[in-house]
Each structure stands twice: as C-alpha cells, then as structure tokens.
T-cell receptor
Framework: EDQVTQSPEALRLQEGESSSLNCSYT??????LFWYRQDPGKGPEFLFT???AGEEKEKERLKATLTKKESFLHITAPKPEDSATYLC????????????FGAGTILRVKS | DGGITQSPKYLFRKEGQNVTLSCEQN?????MYWYRQDPGQGLRLIYY???????QKGDIAEGYSVSREKKESFPLTVTSAQKNPTAFYLC?????????????FGPGTRLTVT
C-alpha cells in the first residue's frame, strides 16, 4: 500500500483557472510534509514544509495546507510558468530521517 | 555560488561498466542522500549518510555503492550488478535546525546505459 498518494496524476488548467492538488498520506507519527516543484530535466525545488495539522504556508500563487490525513496545494490564478510537476513527500517517526515521496502531479497551464 | 553540484549532467555507459556520479555541496549540511527517479514513480532512496564515514542503505541499494570521506562529497557508484541503471539520479542534502527539517536537491544526472 502506498504511503503517499498524489492526485490527480495530471491536471490541465487554463491561465487564471484556480485549482488544488492533493497529497494524502497513511504514515503514523508525521513529522513534516514537504512540497516541491520540479521542471523537466531538473532537480526538485523546495517550496514548503508543513509540520502540524491546520498549518498553512503561502508563496506567490501557491498556498499549502495540512490536515491529519492530507495536504492540499492550492494554485490561485495560475500562469503558464506554473507548469511543472509538483511532488509531495512526508517525514515520519517510522522512517527516521528519510522522506517518502508521492509520484507527483503534472500541471499544465495553457494561456 | 552556494548549493549542490552534480556532474556530469548527462552520462552514457555501456552495459557491464561501473560508473561514478559526483555530488558536492558547500551548504555545510551534515546529511546527504541519493535518489533515483523513473518516469511515473516517486523518488526512491538509494543510500544516505548523516555524518562523514557513515552511510546507510535506502530502499533500493542493490547494485549501488557510496562513500563519504568528506562532508562536502557523497559520490555514488552504479555497478554492473544494477539490473536497470538507466534513470535520473538526484543528490540531496538536509538542513536540520531544531525542529526545522528541509531537504534540498541538486540538478541531477541522467544516466543512460546501453
């Protein structure tokens, strides 16, 4: 059973059409949930870490939220340059200092 | 210029040859990690090291080896025993300050074995 599941696998939006990406997890003892942006052929770029349920963080058009079972990455009025793969990862007590990654959501924003 | 450097960006090898991927960091982070990324899959951990001269196997260590002789360097060797070595390889470091934990990635090396 996957510990971290991201949905949808792919998402196509029109420029300005707001939406959300989901990351659900089944680990126990969550220590942190991480969001990354990855452009094709490049390493993931760190976006946010969320540590406890109810926490929210924002960066430009992105806002990440966390509950006890899932996290959402809200994208407000996206632009074509927001097109990328968004990765979610969790750190949990059972994994020590290792992160467990989801498979990612491929976002395409068309102008 | 601070950060994580991986070289080369692209690497081509013949089947049966060992190949070493470089990872260097000047962030003064203690922990370093190697991941493998395949299309449609999440990042999978190969090896990690939390201090110099010590490292642990990740989830898919078979066919790989590492060393950590210096804090700044964590090279990964892909041996001929690795059955499917063609992939995108990512090196990462971790900043841990109190309760803060952040993992940063290098630009990656794409290895193609034919």
């Amino acid at each position: 059973e996957d510990q971290v599941t991201q949905s949808p696998e792919a998402l196509r939006l029109q420029e300005g059409e707001s939406s959300s990406l989901n990351c659900s997890y089944t680990v126990s003892g969550l220590r942190g949930l991480f969001w990354y942006r990855q452009d094709p052929g490049k390493g993931p770029e760190f976006l946010f870490t969320l540590y406890s349920a109810g926490e929210e963080k924002e960066k430009e058009r992105l806002k990440a939220t966390l509950t006890k079972k899932e996290s959402f990455l809200h994208i407000t009025a996206p632009k074509p340059e927001d097109s990328a793969t968004y990765l979610c990862a969790v750190q949990a007590v059972e994994y020590g200092n290792k992160l467990v990654f989801g498979a990612g959501t491929i976002l395409r924003v068309k102008s | 210029d601070g950060g994580i450097t991986q070289s080369p960006k692209y690497l081509f090898r013949k089947e049966g040859q060992n190949v070493t991927l470089s990872c260097e960091q000047n962030l003064n982070h203690d922990a370093m990690y190697w991941y493998r990324q395949d299309p449609g899959q999440g990042l999978r951990l190969i090896y990690y090291s939390q201090i110099v001269n010590d490292f642990q196997k990740g989830d898919i260590a078979e066919g790989y080896s590492v060393s950590r002789e210096k804090k700044e360097s964590f090279p990964l060797t892909v041996t001929s025993a690795q059955k499917n070595p063609t992939a995108f390889y990512l090196c990462a470091t971790t900043r841990t300050t109190g309760l803060i934990y952040e993992q940063y990635f290098g630009p990656g090396t794409r290895l193609t074995v034919t």
